[in-house]
């Protein structure tokens, strides 16, 4: 601790200091006034933005500085239920940055941008052939826009067809982005139970389905980590009300080259290529989520995908029937690129590796903490698993949040506490595959302490990181949103 | 030793799995099955696919690197044929301490900051995010960012309507960007809100146009400043006249712009959103880019998308968190403000990096360079015969020229002489046949500049 800089870690507005520089820019070397001769007066501001003002050593030290705050994946081990924090290879990040990819200008012409092209090409059909569905988008920014762009192709097609289908049926162990994102593309939202097996309730979806049914969203492997074993049942039943079944791609990493949605019965879904394909999450962003859909949807799909014709590609944007579109230009190309550049490096046999080895290592870990935790929902699970502090909590008052704090002081990030919503007080655990026996053996072994220390120490846990337990009412009571000058 | 053999083997054949032979079987007892194969039990056997994915052979890191190099080299990249194009993605200069700071993998290799405690890194960071785009904007409120500029703009409109539940008419001005504008109607294609696209002249909306087509039910007034033709719109009064009608007043800018350009604040906006991109981020073919979103105070609980808020710790020290979390879709799932489960926050870290790098001057510098060295292309180009100026509003850093004959073949034409010339403005606009937009930045020279007034010459001579 004694390491760390604090004078460096102020908020850099209070670093600021009047005159200093970082980045100067060259004299103007053409013939012409400066902008107050060309632009009228009452356009411009008297003074500009009142940003800081440092030097580059007093940035760079910053940022440095605050970057040992973080946990990471490339410093800790990071077990995120539904998040699959694998590990990030270092060759995509240099392969996204080469200048003949990233200095390329989203307008410029498509005989200008034939190797990005082919890029994104080939990426389509590499997403269609493990979705086992034959129609790409790669324009959905994230797995959430991923979704609500599915959902408006939905809505499209049932419109086009003359079908009044106003509901969405959903899960109640699904993401929340799921509702979120039927009610904007206009639906509305039923929410089907999970039964005690941890499963969709057959009988409940069943009993809610009916001619107004336009899309049942589905979590496969769920949540919890299960396959959902009745899914042909499942897709027959909405299909048979005329419905189509989306499935929310967030679990892939379980079953990449095992089985495929398309062959499962899903007519959509979208991929989290930061998840399945390790796009770096970025503390929040960017991801990329690409739908895929089966033939009959692919009209309404995004403008513009890629085409190609006598060996040329080019973006193909006269799409009659299409929705329109959910961003501008083509997509997040730099994670769609580390994403192919992924595919490429393992080729079919390392994807269906990647998937045995991340079922495997949840499995093991499972085994580890099954005496010890409480898993509701049985011995076995895919690429991850939801255990319960419930028991624990009731005996010793220790909550999930504890132990998921705790664990920060053992040098591990905590699981995803609290959802899904179906469990209580839940530790959701995803190892992912790129973790060895011997970390998973430690894991295990600190969860095991972190349940016999003693209550109190565990409420005022972390110990040793810089904060500790902030008051998040506080901070949602009386916002403090950004810095201010005081007085 | 043998072991750290044996995961040598197992590596060569898969690459990224650390269990060797040995460290399966073991996990296998403990598990209490004996093979992988039975973990997938519970998929039913007519689901499993029986044959191997139709997937290229896996590539070693050379041969990957070789085959980039191959893609690359069917690109013609702003590195070698020089970029005048603009429409909302621009060749502006990244300072390499933008690139060393986002490349710590403490950063990039980060989740989103659920565990306070061990992402205070980007919490503070995305404080200062906040911070910095409500300096750029002199708005009260900025989220930690949204995906990109376009669906900022649709992101604003349901905002809007979270605002004013009652009112149902959007007016979006016709020099928003094209691909905004149709974000926006996807996004609200089955919404019961109404858009109606204002029709300008001259390249910039006039304000008694505006003040004819508005009523009381406008929900809000969209304009983008600069607009899509790089012309400053009469902001201050298209402001005053959204407000006498109460419509929230949304407008789309370019934040390099705001290093001389008044800011949103200063004129009245409900909501700024825009494009960060320019703000240190490469073009990469459209994106990862960075939605900025500000608002006014009154607004806070009804922006979408994530927000830092700062606090204490139970020692009272100072601390970032997550906050205002109940407007958020994993809390109130379909009641929630937007869909949206992300930041950029790698992109809104750089666009932290690149403002404060800056800093004011910088900045300021930066725009006037622009200003200065498109209004010394735009002011050669008029001389040249057959070349004209359509708009005569004042510009930024983009403008549109009229050349004679077809604006593509001239355009290809251009990248033959090394240069990307501009973007036809047909394209989106069919009565613009004859029309390109160039875009200058502050990296752009004098004998860049000249060279492709030359070639301009050339290719229409």
Not at chain 1, 17 to 21: M, V
Not at chain 1, 168 to 175: G, M, R, W
Not at chain 2, 290 to 299: F, K
């Given at each position: 601790?004694?390491m760390?800089?604090?004078?460096?870690?102020?908020?850099?507005?209070?670093?600021s200091?009047?005159?200093?520089?970082c980045?100067?820019?060259?004299?103007?070397?053409?013939?012409?006034?400066?902008?107050?001769?060309?632009?009228?007066?009452?356009?411009?501001?008297?003074?500009?933005?009142?940003?800081?003002?440092?030097?580059?050593?007093?940035?760079?030290?910053?940022?440095?500085?605050?970057?040992?705050?973080?946990?990471?994946?490339?410093?800790?081990?990071?077990?995120?239920?539904?998040?699959?924090?694998?590990?990030?290879?270092?060759?995509?990040?240099?392969?996204?940055?080469?200048?003949?990819?990233?200095?390329?200008?989203?307008?410029?012409?498509?005989?200008?941008?034939?190797?990005?092209?082919?890029?994104?090409?080939?990426?389509?059909?590499?997403?269609?052939?493990?979705?086992?569905?034959?129609?790409?988008?790669?324009?959905?920014?994230?797995?959430?826009?991923?979704?609500?762009?599915?959902?408006?192709?939905?809505?499209?097609?049932?419109?086009?067809k003359?079908?009044?289908?106003?509901?969405?049926?959903?899960?109640?162990?699904?993401?929340?982005?799921n509702?979120?994102?039927?009610?904007?593309?206009?639906?509305?939202t039923?929410?089907?139970?999970?039964?005690?097996?941890?499963?969709?309730?057959?009988?409940?979806?069943?009993?809610?389905?009916?001619?107004?049914?336009?899309?049942?969203?589905?979590?496969n492997?769920?949540?919890?980590?299960?396959?959902?074993?009745?899914?042909?049942?499942?897709?027959?039943?909405?299909?048979?009300?005329?419905?189509?079944?989306?499935?929310?791609?967030?679990?892939?990493?379980?079953i990449?080259?095992?089985?495929?949605?398309?062959?499962?019965?899903?007519?959509?879904?979208?991929y989290?290529?930061?998840?399945?394909?390790?796009?770096?999450h970025?503390?929040?962003?960017?991801?990329?989520?690409?739908?895929?859909?089966?033939?009959?949807?692919?009209?309404?799909?995004?403008?513009?995908?890629?085409?190609?014709?006598?060996?040329e590609?080019?973006?193909?944007?006269?799409?009659?029937?299409?929705?329109?579109?959910?961003?501008?230009?083509?997509?997040?190309?730099?994670?769609?690129?580390?994403?192919?550049?992924?595919?490429?490096?393992?080729?079919?046999?390392?994807?269906?590796?990647?998937?045995?080895?991340?079922?495997?290592?949840?499995?093991?870990l499972?085994?580890?903490?099954?005496?010890?935790?409480?898993?509701?929902?049985?011995?076995?699970?895919?690429?991850?698993?939801?255990?319960?502090?419930?028991?624990?909590?009731?005996?010793k008052?220790?909550?999930?949040?504890?132990?998921?704090?705790?664990?920060?002081?053992?040098?591990?990030?905590?699981?995803?506490?609290?959802?899904?919503?179906?469990?209580?007080?839940?530790?959701?655990?995803?190892?992912?595959?790129?973790?060895?026996?011997?970390?998973l053996?430690?894991?295990?072994?600190?969860?095991?302490?972190?349940?016999?220390?003693?209550?109190?120490?565990?409420?005022?846990?972390?110990?040793?990181?810089?904060?500790?337990?902030?008051?998040?009412?506080?901070?949602?009571?009386?916002?403090?949103?950004?810095?201010?000058?005081?007085? | 030793?043998?072991?750290?053999?044996i995961?040598?083997?197992?590596?060569?054949?898969?690459?990224y799995?650390?269990?060797t032979?040995?460290?399966?079987?073991?996990?296998?007892?403990?598990?209490?099955?004996?093979?992988?194969?039975?973990?997938?039990?519970?998929?039913?056997?007519e689901?499993?696919?029986?044959?191997p994915l139709?997937?290229?052979?896996?590539?070693?890191?050379?041969?990957?690197?070789?085959?980039?190099?191959?893609?690359?080299?069917?690109?013609?990249?702003a590195?070698?044929?020089?970029?005048?194009?603009?429409?909302?993605?621009?060749?502006?200069?990244?300072?390499?301490?933008?690139?060393?700071?986002?490349?710590?993998?403490?950063?990039?290799?980060?989740?989103?900051?659920?565990?306070?405690?061990?992402?205070?890194?980007?919490?503070?960071?995305?404080?200062?995010?906040?911070?910095?785009?409500?300096?750029?904007?002199?708005?009260?409120?900025?989220?930690?960012?949204?995906?990109?500029?376009?669906?900022?703009?649709?992101?604003?409109?349901l905002?809007?309507?979270g605002?004013?539940?009652?009112?149902?008419?959007?007016?979006?001005?016709?020099?928003?960007?094209?691909?905004?504008?149709?974000?926006?109607?996807?996004?609200?294609?089955?919404?019961?809100?109404?858009?109606?696209?204002?029709?300008?002249?001259g390249?910039?909306?006039?304000?008694?146009?505006l003040?004819k087509?508005?009523?009381?039910?406008?929900?809000?007034?969209?304009?983008?400043?600069?607009?899509?033709?790089?012309?400053?719109?009469?902001?201050?009064?298209?402001?005053?006249?959204?407000?006498a009608?109460?419509?929230?007043?949304?407008?789309?800018?370019?934040?390099?712009s705001?290093?001389?350009?008044?800011?949103?604040?200063?004129?009245?906006?409900?909501?700024?959103?825009?494009?960060?991109?320019?703000?240190?981020?490469?073009?990469?073919?459209g994106?990862?880019?960075?939605?900025?979103?500000?608002?006014?105070?009154?607004?806070?609980?009804?922006?979408p998308?994530?927000?830092?808020?700062?606090?204490?710790?139970?020692?009272?020290?100072?601390?970032?968190?997550?906050?205002l979390?109940?407007?958020?879709?994993?809390?109130?799932?379909?009641?929630?403000?937007?869909?949206?489960?992300?930041?950029?926050?790698?992109?809104?870290?750089?666009?932290?990096?690149?403002?404060?790098?800056?800093?004011?001057q910088?900045?300021?510098?930066?725009?006037?360079?622009?200003?200065?060295?498109?209004?010394?292309?735009?002011?050669?180009?008029?001389?040249?015969?057959?070349?004209?100026?359509?708009?005569?509003?004042?510009?930024?850093?983009?403008?549109?020229?009229?050349?004679?004959?077809?604006?593509?073949?001239?355009?290809?034409?251009?990248l033959?002489?090394?240069?990307?010339?501009?973007?036809?403005?047909?394209?989106?606009?069919?009565?613009?046949?004859?029309?390109?937009?160039?875009?200058?930045?502050?990296?752009?020279?004098?004998?860049?500049?000249e060279?492709?007034?030359?070639?301009?010459?050339?290719?229409?001579?």
């Open positions: 601790m004694t760390f800089n604090h004078q460096s870690t102020d908020l850099l507005f209070e670093m200091h009047s005159g200093r520089r980045h100067l820019l060259p004299a103007c070397d053409v013939p012409i006034g400066d902008a107050s001769t060309l632009l009228p007066k009452e356009a411009l501001a008297d003074a500009p933005p009142p940003l800081p003002e440092v030097a580059e050593i007093d940035l760079i030290r910053h940022f440095v500085n605050l970057s040992k705050r973080n946990m990471s994946i490339d410093t800790n081990f990071y077990p995120l239920g539904s998040c699959t924090m694998k590990y990030n290879p270092k060759r995509h990040e240099r392969l996204a940055a080469l200048g003949g990819m990233a200095n390329l200008h989203p307008l410029q012409s498509d005989a200008s941008a034939q190797g990005m092209l082919r890029m994104l090409f080939e990426m389509q059909q590499f997403l269609a052939e493990i979705s086992g569905l034959p129609a790409m988008s790669l324009q959905p920014s994230a797995g959430a826009q991923g979704e609500l762009t599915a959902l408006l192709v939905a809505a499209a097609y049932f419109r086009d003359g079908q009044k289908r106003t509901r969405v049926l959903i899960p109640d162990s699904a993401h929340g982005t509702p979120a994102s039927a009610a904007i593309a206009g639906f509305d039923v929410s089907i139970k999970s039964g005690s097996n941890g499963l969709v309730d057959l009988a409940d979806l069943k009993s809610k389905l009916d001619d107004k049914t336009a899309v049942f969203m589905i979590t492997p769920n949540t919890l980590g299960l396959f959902e074993s009745q899914i042909h049942e499942i897709a027959k039943a909405v299909h048979d009300v005329g419905g189509l079944v989306y499935l929310d791609g967030a679990n892939m990493n379980a990449l080259g095992i089985t495929r949605p398309g062959d499962f019965g899903a007519d959509m879904m979208h989290n290529v930061h998840k399945t394909f390790t796009g770096p970025g503390a929040g962003g960017p991801g990329s989520g690409p739908i895929g859909v089966r033939d009959y949807l692919a009209p309404y799909l995004p403008a513009p995908v890629v085409v190609r014709k006598d060996g590609y080019r973006l193909d944007y006269d799409r009659p029937k299409a929705i329109g579109r959910v961003r501008s230009f083509f997509g997040n190309v730099g994670i769609l690129l580390r994403g192919y550049a992924y595919i490429r490096t393992l080729g079919a046999k390392g994807l269906r590796d990647v998937t045995e080895h991340a079922v495997l290592n949840a499995n093991y499972l085994a580890l903490l099954k005496g010890e935790y409480e898993v509701p929902h049985g011995d076995r699970c895919m690429h991850e698993f939801v255990a319960s502090a419930r028991g624990i909590k009731r005996e008052r220790i909550t999930a949040m504890d132990i998921g704090k705790r664990l920060l002081d053992y040098g591990y990030h905590a699981p995803t506490v609290y959802f899904p919503l179906v469990v209580s007080e839940a530790l959701m655990m995803e190892p992912t595959e790129t973790e060895s026996k011997e970390t053996d430690a894991f295990a072994d600190a969860l095991i302490k972190i349940k016999n220390e003693d209550a109190n120490y565990l409420h005022d846990a972390p110990h040793t990181l810089t904060i500790s337990r902030p008051d998040e009412i506080k901070a949602a009571k009386e916002p403090i949103l950004r810095w201010k000058q005081q007085g | 030793m043998s072991g750290l053999v995961r040598r083997l197992v590596l060569e054949k898969s690459l799995l650390l269990n032979p040995a460290d399966q079987k073991a996990m296998l007892d403990k598990i209490g099955v004996g093979s992988i194969g039975e973990l997938f039990k519970s998929i039913p056997s689901f499993r696919l029986d044959r139709d997937i290229p052979p896996a590539l070693t890191e050379i041969e990957l690197q070789q085959h980039f190099a191959e893609l690359c080299n069917r690109n013609r990249s590195d070698n044929a020089v970029c005048f194009l603009g429409g909302g993605s621009y060749d502006h200069f990244i300072p390499a301490a933008v690139d060393a700071i986002s490349g710590r993998s403490e950063y990039y290799t980060a989740y989103t900051p659920y565990q306070a405690e061990a992402s205070q890194g980007s919490l503070q960071a995305f404080f200062e995010y906040q911070t910095l785009i409500c300096q750029l904007t002199d708005m009260a409120v900025s989220n930690a960012s949204l995906y990109e500029g376009g669906s900022a703009v649709a992101e604003s409109v905002m809007a309507f605002i004013h539940p009652k009112k149902h008419k959007v007016l979006v001005a016709d020099t928003v960007h094209p691909e905004y504008r149709l974000t926006l109607t996807t996004y609200l294609a089955n919404l019961d809100v109404q858009i109606e696209t204002l029709t300008t002249t390249g910039t909306v006039s304000p008694e146009a003040d087509a508005i009523d009381d039910k406008t929900l809000c007034v969209i304009v983008q400043h600069p607009n899509f033709f790089g012309c400053l719109e009469d902001v201050e009064k298209l402001s005053a006249v959204s407000r009608k109460g419509a929230l007043f949304i407008v789309s800018v370019d934040p390099i705001l290093g001389l350009l008044k800011r949103p604040g200063q004129y009245g906006a409900d909501i700024a959103v825009g494009e960060g991109q320019g703000l240190g981020n490469p073009m990469a073919y994106g990862p880019y960075v939605g900025l979103m500000a608002c006014r105070e009154e607004y806070v609980r009804k922006i998308g994530r927000l830092v808020g700062q606090t204490t710790d139970r020692n009272g020290k100072r601390c970032w968190v997550l906050t979390q109940t407007r958020e879709q994993h809390i109130r799932r379909e009641k929630a403000t937007s869909n949206i489960c992300t930041n950029q926050g790698l992109f809104a870290l750089r666009a932290a990096v690149y403002l404060t790098a800056l800093g004011p910088g900045l300021k510098e930066t725009a006037d360079l622009c200003v200065r060295k498109s209004h010394y292309l735009a002011q050669e180009l008029a001389k040249v015969k057959g070349v004209s100026l359509p708009f005569k509003a004042p510009f930024f850093k983009e403008f549109v020229v009229n050349v004679p004959g077809d604006a593509n073949a001239a355009l290809s034409a251009l033959e002489e090394g240069y990307h010339g501009g973007l036809p403005m047909a394209r989106w606009y069919p009565n613009l046949p004859n029309a390109i937009s160039i875009a200058v930045t502050e990296k752009r020279t004098k004998a860049e500049i060279g492709l007034v030359n070639a301009v010459k050339k290719v229409l001579g």
